[in-house]
């Protein structure tokens, strides 16, 4: 009996020793191979012939965050209290078709500004999506810019996130004069920022024929923080988007808030789906008085993902839309609705002018 115990406890022993060599190991190698971004100007791949951008009536643009073609209507996730970091193969290659079909109908937009879109990941099965969708938008200028790269992400433990690359896509019809990365401030303490994704906005800047720039901004701000980091990133977005308002030009900006806009109430949507509002952060107002905060009040653009999506029952919220300088003329905006059925957001569609 004495025998016996000393071999469990040896068992015992031996598979703690295992657990811990292979957590001390990915925190060696994700230390090693931390992704630490720099502001930088990324590279635009433009189409031969493109033109500069004319004086119209109106421009649009369509914002999404396509959730790696990995969150549809069926699909649950992790971090949002669900199990799940990717779906089934099939359930995939199912959204990620569907994904590029709607982007490909979007493809007589002026601009398409596109996050959670993954170079090389385990969630979508290593499938360089900013490449495919380049090719399906052949049109269009591109520009990528990682915002998450991580070796190794090893949970849930029995089906660890693994490998992400992962980042945000723009795409325009016209000619793009240049492009910044633009890093936000702040991150994760070690060592979970090793894991989480490293935030940043992507501005491009188009010459209009009056001499003046339209400034275009694509983000992605932080999600599972108390709301510091958050705050943060919008001081420093703030800051740039003021600064080409005063210099004369104008700017918009739109993406994946992760901030309800300061007029977001907290009442059902027109699809019957009910809502909710991200607790404990004061909503998006704009820099200064006279910016605009734009959104479509009665379709949700983002979902709990804590477990698949049932309409009428699965609560939604507004964390995707535009912000525009006062001389912005606004004459559309739109969410694109169709239940969740290939991601967890909603596509959002803006029309608009430039003022004086």
């Given at each position: 009996?004495?025998?016996?115990?000393i071999?469990?406890?040896?068992?015992?022993?031996?598979?703690?020793?295992?657990?811990?060599?292979?957590?001390?190991?990915?925190?060696?190698?994700?230390?090693?191979?931390?992704?630490r971004?720099?502001?930088?100007?990324?590279?635009?791949?433009?189409?031969?012939?493109?033109?500069?951008?004319?004086?119209?009536?109106?421009?649009?643009?369509?914002i999404?965050?396509?959730?790696?073609?990995?969150?549809?209507?069926?699909?649950?996730?992790?971090?949002?209290?669900?199990?799940?970091?990717?779906?089934?193969?099939h359930?995939?290659?199912?959204?990620?078709?569907?994904?590029?079909a709607?982007?490909?109908?979007f493809?007589?937009?002026?601009?398409?500004?596109?996050?959670?879109?993954d170079l090389?990941?385990?969630?979508s099965y290593?499938?360089?999506?900013h490449?495919?969708?380049?090719?399906?938008?052949?049109?269009?200028?591109?520009?990528?810019v990682?915002?998450?790269?991580?070796?190794?992400?090893?949970?849930?433990?029995?089906?660890p996130m693994?490998?992400v690359?992962?980042?945000?896509?723009?795409f325009?019809?016209?000619?793009?004069?240049?492009?910044?990365?633009?890093?936000f401030?702040?991150?994760?303490?070690w060592?979970k920022?090793?894991?989480?994704?490293?935030?940043?906005?992507?501005?491009?800047?188009?010459s209009?024929?009056?001499?003046?720039?339209?400034?275009?901004?694509?983000?992605?701000n932080?999600a599972?923080?108390?709301?510091?980091?958050?705050?943060?990133?919008?001081?420093?977005?703030?800051?740039?988007?003021?600064?080409?308002?005063?210099?004369?030009?104008?700017?918009?900006?739109?993406?994946?808030?992760?901030?309800?806009?300061?007029?977001?109430?907290?009442?059902?949507?027109i699809?019957?789906?009910?809502?909710?509002?991200l607790?404990?952060?004061?909503?998006?107002?704009?820099p200064?008085?006279?910016?605009?905060?734009?959104?479509?009040?009665q379709?949700?653009?983002?979902?709990?993902?804590?477990?698949?999506?049932?309409?009428?029952?699965?609560?939604?919220?507004?964390?995707?839309?535009?912000?525009?300088?006062?001389?912005?003329?606004v004459?559309?905006?739109?969410?694109?609705?169709?239940?969740?059925m290939?991601?967890?957001?909603?596509?959002?569609?803006?029309?608009?002018g430039?003022?004086k």
């Open positions: 009996m004495k025998k016996h115990f071999n469990l406890l040896k068992l015992l022993m031996l598979i703690g020793f295992c657990i811990i060599i292979y957590f001390a190991g990915i925190l060696i190698i994700n230390s090693v191979n931390d992704y971004p720099l502001n930088s100007s990324p590279d635009v791949c433009s189409p031969a012939g493109i033109n500069s951008i004319p004086e119209r009536d109106s421009y649009s643009i369509l999404w965050n396509i959730g790696y073609a990995g969150l549809g209507n069926r699909s649950d996730f992790f971090y949002d209290g669900g199990k799940m970091t990717r779906p089934e193969q359930d995939f290659d199912q959204y990620w078709e569907a994904i590029q709607q982007i490909q109908s493809d007589s937009l002026n601009f398409i500004m596109l996050q959670e879109v090389a990941a385990s969630r290593g499938t360089n999506q490449l495919i969708l380049s090719g399906t938008l052949s049109g269009h200028a591109s520009i990528f990682k915002n998450y790269d991580v070796p190794y992400v090893p949970v849930p433990v029995f089906n693994a490998k690359t992962s980042g945000l896509s723009f325009s019809q016209y000619a793009i004069d240049k492009a910044s990365s633009i890093v401030p702040g991150n994760y303490t060592p920022g090793l894991f989480m994704p490293d935030r940043c906005f992507l501005q491009c800047s188009l209009l024929p009056s001499g003046k720039k339209l400034f275009i901004i694509n983000t992605h932080s599972f923080d108390d709301g510091s980091l958050r705050n943060q990133q919008l001081e420093i977005l703030y800051e740039y988007m003021q600064r080409a308002y005063r210099e004369g030009h104008y700017v918009i900006a739109g993406g994946d808030w992760n901030i309800n806009p300061w007029a977001y109430t907290n009442t059902p949507f699809t019957g789906d009910p809502s909710f509002e607790s404990g952060l004061e909503g998006v107002s704009g200064d008085p006279g910016w605009q905060v734009i959104f479509d009040p379709y949700p653009t983002n979902r709990d993902v804590s477990t698949p999506y049932q309409h009428g029952q699965t609560p939604g919220t507004i964390i995707d839309y535009f912000v525009c300088s006062p001389n912005i003329e004459f559309e905006i739109m969410s694109v609705y169709d239940g969740f290939n991601s967890d957001h909603h596509p959002v569609y803006i029309r608009f430039l003022g």
